[in-house]
Every structure is written in structure tokens, then in C-alpha cells.
């Protein structure tokens, strides 16, 4: 099981009239509500994370294992999709993890409104949190859902 996962707007919402907090590693503080929210989905189906965020890029895998610890989110498998060279948007990106997915149990939790054009069996899996509340604990129990369908 995984889960597509965003950081902007899922994990730190998105305040315009307030800059975001950063912990000591630089990068910004994920809320308290999404934390707890996303630890329970992970809880709950054994789900692992896969990067789909802007900043997959920015750091290895070591470095992201760290930012989720440090935030309380330990002991999870951090996986992100491969480098954007071609330069898609996130819903090409999405498509084109897709067409060569070895898993079929996946949620996508993102704030991209461009998503909701996505194809009706993938827009299914997705839990589109407003970004500037980001993950709750409703949108864990749809994540949850439907993991487990």
C-alpha cells in the first residue's frame, strides 16, 4: 500500500498572510493536525509514503527519512517519484507512475486542482485536502477507505 503524498498544502498548509515555521533542518514544520493525521493512516493500513511533492528532488531519501522523524512521522518506508526532467506537471507525473505501477492499493493525497481532471479509476484514489488546512482526520478516514478497498 502506498501513499502518493504531497508536502505543500497536505503537511504545511499554504498561509499567504503568514510564512511558514521551518525546524532546525530547514525545512518547514508539518502541522500538528496533518502529522497526527497521516501517523494514523500509516497506523492503521501499514501504508509506506511515496514522495510526489516539488521538493522530492531536493534531498536523497536519507535526508527525507529524517525530515519525517524529526517530525514525529519514524519507522516509515520513504520512497519519491523519480526526478521531473521532462518537466510534467503533477498529473502527467501521476499518469505517468501509473501506466508503470506495481501497486495497486495507493492513495493520492494532494491540494492540485489539476487532479480532478485526472481518469476516473485513478481520481478515485484521491483525498484532496484545502491548502490552507491541509490533511484532517476526515480525509485520513477517506485515505483510509480507500486503502483498504
Do not use: C
Not at 494514523?40 to 519525517?68: C, D, M, Q, V
Not at 506495481?102 to 485536502?129: C, G, M, R, W, Y
Amino acid at each position: 500500500m502506498l501513499i502518493l503524498l504531497d508536502i505543500d498544502g497536505v503537511m504545511v498548509p499554504n498561509n499567504n498572510w503568514k510564512r511558514p515555521e521551518f525546524e532546525n533542518d530547514g525545512f518547514p514544520r508539518f502541522s500538528t493536525r496533518a502529522t497526527n493525521s497521516l501517523q494514523r493512516i500509516i497506523s492503521e493500513t501499514g501504508a509506506g509514503i511515496l514522495l510526489t511533492t516539488s521538493h522530492k528532488s531536493n534531498y536523497p531519501i536519507s535526508k527525507w527519512r529524517n525530515i519525517f522523524s524529526s517530525r514525529g512521522l519514524g519507522n516509515v518506508n520513504i520512497q519519491k517519484l523519480n526526478t521531473n526532467t521532462l518537466k510534467l506537471n503533477r498529473k502527467e507525473e501521476l499518469l505517468r507512475w501509473w501506466n508503470n505501477r506495481n501497486e495497486d492499493h495507493f492513495v493520492i493525497i494532494d491540494d492540485d486542482k489539476t487532479l480532478n481532471s485526472l481518469p476516473p479509476q485513478i481520481k478515485a484514489k484521491l483525498v484532496q485536502p484545502s491548502a490552507t488546512v491541509g490533511l484532517n482526520e476526515e480525509l485520513a478516514d477517506t485515505a483510509i477507505e480507500i486503502l483498504r478497498s
